[in-house]
């Protein structure tokens, strides 16, 4: 295993370290290992707590500033932040409006933060929350957990900050992140595995002819192996589930997000946007907006996820409103 790394125990730490030294809108409390906007608390606004485990950066920490998030909880690698973390992020930002959560939905992150907003209630916060269960890859809701949050989650993000951003109160920010979930699907593909520092191997094996398609963001089991194949296919293979699944219709608008998991250069990730825009062209779905790049990474496995989110006008305004955190910023 090769990492630039200094001790495995260290890295989350480390990594807070480096991100507080590089970006002067955020700062982070190292004891919670929490990254919190800069300017936090706002005066009545609505602030928005994230997180999750480490090893998937940017997300959450790398979106945390003006017009995304306030705060967000770094957990151990791939393992849910605690809930005094997300207590301590959620009183940190609470500026009398109120506090959504945004929680991918994973057991241990949607247990944690339920009682985080439990012991905030308590404390006179108000708190809503919502769940992000994007992944088509899990076929069956009834599963213990049902559907994975994956890609969506950057979007929520975004659209959530804006309107929180605006000044709009909390029921009306949570209907919209809600909105966003509904209207959001996912799916992705590796073509290697991840290796976690602590493990110091890979956390699967693949063929070197195979791909799993429908990976989860931790490496969990997808719909199929699959032999390699060309860029066109692979990108029909993600993108085919997804328009079945919510379903999309033709004259429908979106936002294409066609994400990296760390290990796959833009070039690919390109190759992979163009043959996804074609199928939704044949299928007479218009991309309104698009976002292409490695947001919501699974250290350094090779692959990536197509997230599809169906828009109308509001949400389009929200998605371009301007955004400045350390992973994503425009009109600013």
Avoid at 4 to 33: F, T, W, Y
Avoid at 259 to 274: A, C, D, F, I, R
């Amino acid at each position: 295993m090769k990492k630039l790394i200094n001790e495995p125990a260290d890295v989350v730490d480390d990594l807070l370290a480096g991100m507080s030294a590089a970006h002067s809108e955020i700062r982070v409390d190292e004891k919670n290992r929490i990254v919190i906007r800069a300017d936090a608390p706002v005066a009545g606004k609505v602030g928005l707590v994230s997180g999750g485990g480490s090893g998937h950066e940017p997300m959450h920490a790398g979106f945390v500033g003006r017009g995304m998030l306030d705060a967000a909880c770094a957990g151990e690698i791939f393992t849910s932040p605690v809930p005094d973390q997300i207590l301590a992020a959620t009183t940190a930002v609470a500026a009398g409006a109120g506090v959504l959560h945004i929680v991918k939905n994973y057991t241990g992150d949607v247990l944690n933060f339920e009682m985080a907003a439990e012991l905030a209630a308590e404390a006179g916060v108000e708190v809503a929350s919502v769940v992000v269960d994007d992944d088509v890859a899990v076929q069956d809701s009834s599963h213990t957990a049902g559907r994975r949050g994956v890609g969506a989650t950057v979007i929520l993000e975004k659209i959530a900050g804006a309107a929180a951003d605006e000044g709009r109160p909390l029921p009306e920010v949570s209907a919209i992140a809600r909105a966003v979930n509904a209207n959001s699907r996912s799916m992705g593909v590796a073509l290697t595995s991840c290796t976690v520092p602590a493990a110091g191997k890979a956390t699967f094996a693949l063929g070197a002819d195979e791909v799993e398609i429908g990976v989860g963001i931790h490496g969990e089991p997808g719909r199929k192996r699959a032999p390699l194949a060309a860029a066109r296919e692979i990108a029909e293979m993600l993108t085919e589930p997804i328009l079945a699944d919510l379903p999309f219709t033709r004259g429908d608008r979106i936002i294409c997000f066609l994400n990296g998991m760390g290990g796959t250069p833009l070039l690919e990730l390109y190759v992979m946007y163009g043959e996804v825009s074609r199928i939704l062209c044949s299928h007479g779905i218009e991309i309104a907006r698009s976002l292409v790049g490695p947001y919501m990474t699974s250290l350094d496995m090779a692959g990536c996820s197509v997230t599809l989110t169906r828009v109308d006008d509001e949400l389009i305004n929200l998605w371009d409103a301007p955004v400045q955190t350390p992973a994503l910023r425009w009109g600013v």
